[in-house]
């Protein structure tokens, strides 16, 4: 179901947090990471043209809630409360599909 976010749909999303948070605080390191609860689906789906039967998805958002641990710059530790969602489009077509991540802050602790 999440092909299309490569092989590895665990490290894409790490390495996009880990990018993501270096872009904010260049010293910043990913201590842990860790799923928080089930993720969330959303699907459209197209029929599927000739004689197939069966409907081929077009777009897919998925929605992982995400608790990772990091130490920035001045050495403080926090534990981030996240949503990282994903957005697929174009999955019909291969050539055109395109996929971009959001990162939403809910809760930041210091630890």
């Known amino acids: 179901m999440l092909y299309w976010m490569g092989n590895d749909y665990v490290e894409t999303l790490v ?10 605080d260049p010293g910043t390191r990913l201590i842990s990471v860790h799923c928080a609860g089930e993720p969330e ?12 039967t069966t409907d081929v998805a077009t777009r897919m958002n998925v929605t992982f809630p995400v608790e990772a641990v990091v130490v920035d710059t001045a050495q403080r530790q926090w534990r981030l409360f996240l949503r990282a969602e994903y957005h697929a489009t ?20 210091p630890v």
């Open 15 to 24: 390495s996009a947090l880990r990018d993501g948070l270096l872009k904010q």
């Open 41 to 52: 689906f959303e699907t459209a789906f197209k029929p599927k043209g000739g004689s197939e």
């Open 90 to 109: 174009g999955l019909d077509v291969p050539a055109s599909s395109q996929v971009k991540a959001d990162f939403n802050l809910s809760r930041a602790e």
